[in-house]
């Protein structure tokens, strides 16, 4: 009987536990769904409204609720990216968002949650806004600040032009992963970016391997100097770094600087240097391309016989190579290319 007794006890706690839960998810819905419902609302209204606002010809209405909140800052964004080539609106939303939003986002960059201090931080970013630099830098070393969130702060200095990221950067202990670097770098005026270049040695690797690519992205002729100190480097990376820059400015001031990155022992860098004659259409490299047609990797023989065919007299130089070269894989290559161009095949 105390067994049967005990069963009974189980089974009616769990019930009137499943019950309460069951309830509290009720409540928390109908709270969701009203909640969604004000916010629709606000939406609508600040939709007709906004663009008299922002012109001067309206006072806004201040949000004072989450509702009210959360709507203004879906409308602003969206009108935001709709606007944001016209110079004068845009910094109108900027001053809107640090009037209204600037108190919701300061305590938000403070929450528990990972997602909501996330979220605000790519808002801050989003609205320039210059006010919670302060805050944004306070975080940026914070325990359980998070290597996203962390990487998000670098963001908004970097698009504020915030000296500060120098600083962070040439200290931080940490290494993130190249690409992001390269996207703060691509972000930064002339004269901050400058201030980068200058000091690239006092970098770890990985930043300056983000420095050299960031310069040949900027497409500035006045870095070239720079990028081509790299070519004689004892470190493969950086001269791989070196030639992609260059390839993207398609241009260095002595081509004869790559001749050794042609023989290099990273089929990486002798594809890049081999990449680089295309847009210098040099006759000097023309055998040193000849040679790489019968290179062991394919990436390698494609981007010599790219290049070739670029030449002036290209077409027929592969051709020639198609009859009487004595590799197969430079042949092969020769009239892949070739057939590219939308010549006949003449392998034999």
Not at 151 to 179: C, G, H, K, M, W
């Amino acid at each position: 009987m105390n067994g049967i007794f005990i069963i009974f006890q189980v089974s009616l706690l769990l019930f009137i536990v499943l019950n309460v839960l069951f309830i509290f998810l009720v409540i928390r819905k109908v709270y969701a769904n009203k909640f969604q419902i004000q916010k629709q609302h606000w939406k609508q209204e600040y939709l007709k409204h906004i663009d008299l606002v922002i012109r001067g010809k309206e006072e806004l209405l201040f949000p004072d609720k989450l509702s009210m909140i959360e709507a203004f800052e879906e409308v602003l964004a969206r009108y935001y990216s709709l606007m944001k080539g016209n110079t004068d609106i845009a910094s109108r939303i900027e001053e809107l968002a640090e009037q209204v939003l600037h108190n919701d986002y300061k305590k938000k960059l403070k929450h528990g949650r990972w997602s909501i201090r996330m979220n605000t931080l790519h808002r801050i970013e989003k609205f320039r806004m210059v006010s919670l630099i302060e805050d944004c830098v306070a975080i940026y070393d914070k325990e359980r600040t998070s290597e996203l969130e962390s990487l998000q702060i670098l963001r908004i200095l970097a698009n504020l032009q915030d000296e500060r990221i120098y600083t962070i950067l040439v200290n931080e202990e940490r290494e993130f992963p190249s690409f992001y670097y390269l996207d703060l770098f691509v972000r930064l005026n002339e004269r901050l970016f400058n201030q980068f270049t200058d000091a690239v040695k006092d970098f770890p690797l990985t930043i300056q391997f983000s420095l050299i690519e960031a310069m040949g992205e900027r497409g500035d002729y006045s870095y070239i100097p720079k990028i081509e100190f790299y070519l004689r480097s004892k470190n493969a990376e950086l001269r791989i770094r070196a030639l992609k820059s260059l390839n993207k400015v398609g241009y260095l001031t002595d081509a004869e600087k790559i001749r050794p990155s042609l023989n290099a022992e990273s089929w990486q860098e002798r594809m890049m240097a081999a990449k680089l004659i295309k847009p210098l259409r040099d006759k000097r490299f023309i055998d040193d391309l000849l040679i790489l047609l019968s290179d062991d990797n394919w990436w390698v023989r494609t981007t010599a016989a790219e290049s070739i065919i670029a030449q002036q007299n290209g077409v027929e130089i592969l051709e020639d190579v198609v009859h009487t070269h004595v590799d197969r894989f430079a042949r092969d290559i020769a009239n892949e290319w070739l057939l590219r161009k939308g010549k006949k095949s003449v392998f034999r």
